[in-house]
């Protein structure tokens, strides 16, 4: 990396704004209203777990919150205002664009808001994996600082998931010993993965999936077009992280595409095959080999649930497909094991650089097997 090339941010999905950029949120008044609702008893917990699925606003929501806390002066909310007088109770999380949290935030210059993500490392040249103890240490020094006018702080963790054991210890210290008017967002995928004691010391606010309505007003927000989106929503459950990955990558475009091609399997065409494949050649191809993986999974995945009986609708493009390949349970159960055979070999794969190219036309002559032996029968 040059010196003028921007370092990526962990936090950040390329193709998106930086959820410190996003200033609005669709689909999540239910969350905000429970956030507003315990800062307005009085009753704030000083550490919040943001879960649900990716992509659906976990951390534009933090960013809400920890941007509303630092615009709060002293005496306002939870106590009085002037004169002693109960302010009126806020209704929303907004700032004015032109607020001067709004400002500070977004160039990562607010002294109130600390962010905790996985930093740079400068020998590797990449990121790092994990979320490490010394971006912790950085973020135990800004507790130490204390606000000129006694307002409210807030400390953001994207993603507490990536955090490495030692990570999680010190912020299991913070959270045994909270800093005075101090609020720790972090944000979570898996929680179930987070260490017990500290789930048990944060108060959980559970972030749903999108209706299709909300995620195609998101995607507005975020400059995405908006042609697939009754596809997107199907695919991603709702979620504007992975629906913009898909966009980013044509996954619209090639989920269809693989389809066309399973539903004549075990005869499936050979030039198209070749030619799909060979779009994930050389760099340039990361993406898409990256995509065509994940929909091959997604698409078996998927067909081996109707089998089985799970109410998941079908896509149209998706039935003939269903029908013709896992028209029983038994089917389904020849699916997900040829699903788990085909994840394990796609991550030996990526763990020993293979070539994608060759990997695609493994998976689907994984999937020929399998689907020979379930036309046979």
Partial sequence: MSDTDEIPEADRLEGAPHPRHTDRLFGQDAAEAAFLDAYASGRLAHAWLLTGPRGVGKATLAWR???????????????GGLFGE???????????????????????????IALCRRSWDPKAKRLKTQLTVDEVRALKSHFTLSATDGGWRAAIIDSADEMNTSAANAILKILEEPPEKTVLLMVSHQPAKLLPTIRSRCRVLRLPSLSEEDLARALAGAGQPLDAVALLHALTGGSVGTSVRFQEANGAALYPEILSLLVDAPGMDRQDLFRLAATATGRAGLASYEMITDLISLALGRIARAGAGHP?????????????????????????????????????????????????????????????????S
């Fill in 86 to 112: 109960a302010p009126a109770p806020a209704t929303s999380l907004d700032l004015p664009p032109d607020h001067p949290v709004m400002r500070r935030a977004a160039q990562l210059a607010e002294p109130r």
């Fill in 65 to 79: 919150i920890a941007r509303f806390l630092a615009a709060q002066q002293q005496g306002q909310g939870q106590g």
């Fill in 312 to 376: 998941d609708p079908l896509l149209e493009a998706e039935q003939p497909v269903a029908r013709r390949l896992c028209p029983d349970a038994a089917a389904a159960r020849d699916w997900a094991d040829t699903l788990a055979r085909i994840t394990g070999r796609l991550t030996h794969a990526r763990a020993v650089n293979l070539d994608p190219e060759q990997v695609i036309l493994d998976m689907f002559l994984t999937i020929e097997k399998t689907a020979a032996g379930i036309t046979r």
